[in-house]
């Protein structure tokens, strides 16, 4: 059970970098952010550009919509950005299903007083690839430009993102971050060697160097911290809890901070329902094949024979 009296910050709003068509997810080049505060919109479009539209989706919490024409954008990191930390998760109709970290997942069960949340051994093992859980980052930022009400979330199913995004936390923390650290975050292009997959990541950068980061620069605490957040009095962000989970459906429930081509994510999702002993499998026809060891060194081509190897091992 949480701790209460964490001190979490509510969110103000969402960072993303996709737009929806339909039933799918388009990629843009810049970032986008949805809130229900005028206010602080308005500042961010001052900052970055684009026009605060209103935005209509009976499923999202959120109301109005700013697509800017930055593809980078200043943010400031409380000290616990990333909650949890990457986890799998599973949406259903009514919400979030379960929760995992690949050996125990949390789910929801009718208890003598109502729901309760219990642990039990990882579902996914087994099961179609609908029914499996998904890997999921959520990153909580602070934007300077918008006022103090929350922090903003993005949320991301890449794997990029999900190791890139970590472990540029974990050095920060290492490096001796107290507080408030200052940062940039921007929407990044990228492709595979062979140029088979083109798709965006969000990545996070710092301001400074390590050295400096060491020696205390970009982090804001008292004076500074108030300067930059743009109030007179200090404001308490504690290592939070487990973000709160969106509902399912409609834009809020849709991860675009990756939008990918086919052939990567077909890899993964495959790869992820294959046990060791039909990885190894795989693996050896891959080399008999005369494939690239890494799928981003294929062409696409070589990407589809080597997604019908991992198939015909299912």
């Known amino acids: 059970m949480r701790p209460l009296g964490q001190n979490r910050m509510a969110k103000l709003g969402a960072v993303k970098i996709g737009v929806k068509t339909g039933r799918a997810m388009k990629a843009i080049e810049t970032f986008r952010f949805l809130s229900n505060d005028p206010d602080s919109l308005n500042a961010l479009a001052a900052a970055y550009g684009g026009t605060v539209k209103p935005f209509n989706d009976a499923k999202s919490p959120w109301k109005l919509e700013l697509i800017t024409t930055s593809s980078e954008i200043a943010v400031i990191l409380p000290p616990n950005p990333l909650g949890d930390g990457p986890m799998y998760e599973k949406f259903g109709g009514k919400g979030i299903e379960r929760r995992c970290d690949g050996t125990t997942c949390e789910i929801e ?22 029914d499996q859980c998904r890997g999921t980052t ?18 991301t199913k890449s794997e990029f993102a999900a190791d890139e995004l970590s472990t540029m936390v974990r050095m920060i923390q290492l490096a001796g971050a107290q507080g408030l650290t200052e940062a940039r975050l921007r929407v990044d292009p ?42 007179g009095t200090p404001v308490a962000i504690g290592p939070g809890s487990p973000a709160e989970l969106p509902t399912a459906g409609g834009d809020s429930g849709v991860i675009d901070a990756e939008i990918i081509e086919p052939a990567a994510v077909t ?48």
């Open 109 to 130: 069960q009718r208890g003598p007083d109502g729901p309760e949340k219990v642990d039990v051994p990882c579902m996914c093992p087994g099961k179609p690839k609908a």
């Open 138 to 155: 959520r990153l909580d930022v602070i934007i300077p430009e918008a006022r103090v009400g929350g922090t903003w979330q993005l949320v």
């Open 190 to 231: 990228r492709q595979t060697r062979g140029g088979a997959n083109q798709f965006k990541v969000p990545m996070l950068l710092l301001n400074h160097t390590i050295q400096e980061l060491m020696a205390g620069q970009g982090q804001l605490t008292g004076a500074s911290a108030r300067a930059a957040l743009g109030v």
């Open 267 to 314: 890899v993964a999702e495959l790869w992820h329902q294959m046990s060791d002993d039909q990885r190894a499998a795989a693996r050896a026809q891959q080399q008999e094949a005369g494939l690239p060891p890494k799928i981003g060194d294929m062409d696409q081509a070589q990407a589809q024979q080597f997604i019908d190897i991992l198939k015909n091992n299912l």
